[in-house]
């Protein structure tokens, strides 16, 4: 199995090569693009009967350099840099994307290098203007662990409103797994990555409506733990977005489980609801108030069974505005509330943010 997986692998590599090279625009100049997002996050939390805790952070600074030698050869890279700073184990500093990019048509790309897992509405896409809240949503970060991102290649295309994102990366570290963080701690993030146990990642996409997207993604490895244990984990999600007449709605669905060890099954989903009324003002400046409800658990099945599985169980609720006065900057306001179900423990949550792309 494992050998017809990498002669897989191996003739996607080669696809390309297939190309006659005087198909090339001979007459195409080679381009340069650079581009970047980032954002500045105020947070505000307190757990019932604890002090509170209050952070100012510029959470993520990205630049993204991307070259076109020709029309169908290209380059595009990202690289993040997490809390201002690295040193001493503070912050992050990463390579995030960087891949060479085969354009063949619309039906078919072809990419190898650092790779984003095609799985949900803003792994691939988390620009701060494209969502609601000040933080990601945290199902974007629980069942599925955003950014996600590892060495590897994949083909791609769209055609009739349907789009395709077909993945072989890196594994994930099994031993890093936990029932409060799920997969999360698991990303190699393309670091002297495992290759023994490849990742598997598939999504189809309908954009055929105005505004609209709906989609589903399938993840899977054998994880590996140690030289002789294995937690093989499959993530299944459903995403929808639309976009459209002032209204923004959003839901995302994921179910994930495991082969071994003490947590089998995590689960969670969200819904944004958000309508703009800078249109009531005839204003240029998009004003949008919105609400989103969160349900999750990183360990909603488990082999022990009763408080195990309410102790990462997570319900939470959001509103807040978000101001554009240009699509590319945004300003956002939201607070809530996140409840732990066992014990009903909850926390206050108040967050300003600022974030831009270009």
Known sequence: MRRSFLFMLVCIMFLPLMTPVW?????????????????????????????????????????????????????????????????????????????????????????????????????????????????????????????????????????NGFSYRLNVMEGLDGSAFSAATGIRGGREKGYKANAEALLYNAALDYRGLPGTRIGVSVTTNNAVVNDSVNNAINLMEFHAQYEAHHIFAAVEFGNLTFDNGPVETARGFYVDLGYEIGHWFNQNTRIMPWLRYTDYNTAAVTQAGGNSQKANHHQKWLVGIAVKPIPQVVFKVDYGVDTIELNDQSTTLFNLGAGYMF
Request: aromatic share 16%; net charge negative.
């Open 23 to 159: 198909s090339q625009d001979e007459f195409f100049t080679p381009t340069t693009t650079i581009g970047g997002y980032g954002e500045l996050h105020y947070n505000y939390s307190k757990m019932e009967s604890q002090d509170s805790e209050q952070l100012l952070d510029f959470h993520r600074f990205i630049i993204y350099y991307a070259h076109a030698w020709t029309e169908k050869w290209s380059l595009k890279s990202e690289v993040e840099l997490e809390h201002n700073l690295v040193g001493d184990g503070q912050g992050e500093l990463e390579l995030e994307q960087a891949y060479i990019d085969y354009h063949h048509s619309d039906a078919f790309g072809f990419r190898a290098g650092v790779l984003l897992t095609a799985a949900g509405l803003i792994n691939e896409f988390h620009e701060p203007p494209l969502f609601l809240s000040v933080e990601r949503p945290a199902y974007n970060k629980y069942i599925i662990p955003t950014t996600w991102f590892g060495n590897g290649a994949g083909i791609y295309g769209r055609a």
